[in-house]
């Protein structure tokens, strides 16, 4: 059974805002030596990391629904400028849109079992409503 995250991508509005987030810190990434990756940079350290590495992902949760996801391919204990240790989960940064699916607010990741994630969109395709009116729809409890 493949495990994943949830995680809220905070102040983003659309999948586009996702993706010029990727493309800011994959340049970030390149030009201080590290490769073409995007990491994001979070408190704690899963503890399920083996799972997660056997082709896990991370699923995004843009406004209210999950609407991406990004394949993990690592984690990387990184200590701050203010010696506080956190890790890296390092991603592959081609993303993959998905079936939108509701999701209340959280803080921090959640774990995922392969079976209740949603499944990919084929390119070009979009199944169910736009992701404005999926959120709303799902604030009121119908989808």
Known sequence: MTLH?????????????????IDHRVAVNEKAGLG???DHVTRMHPRREKELLEGGSIYWVIKGVILARQKIVGFEKRTGKDEIERTAILLDP???LTEAQP???FQGWRYLAGEDAPQDLKKGA???PPPELGRKLAELGLL
């Open 126 to 128: 979009r199944k169910g």
């Open 5 to 21: 995250l949830v995680k809220l991508c905070a102040g983003a509005g659309s999948v586009e805002d996702l993706a010029d987030r």
């Open 94 to 96: 081609a993303y993959v």
């Open 36 to 38: 073409r990756i995007h």
């Open 103 to 105: 999701r209340r607010a």
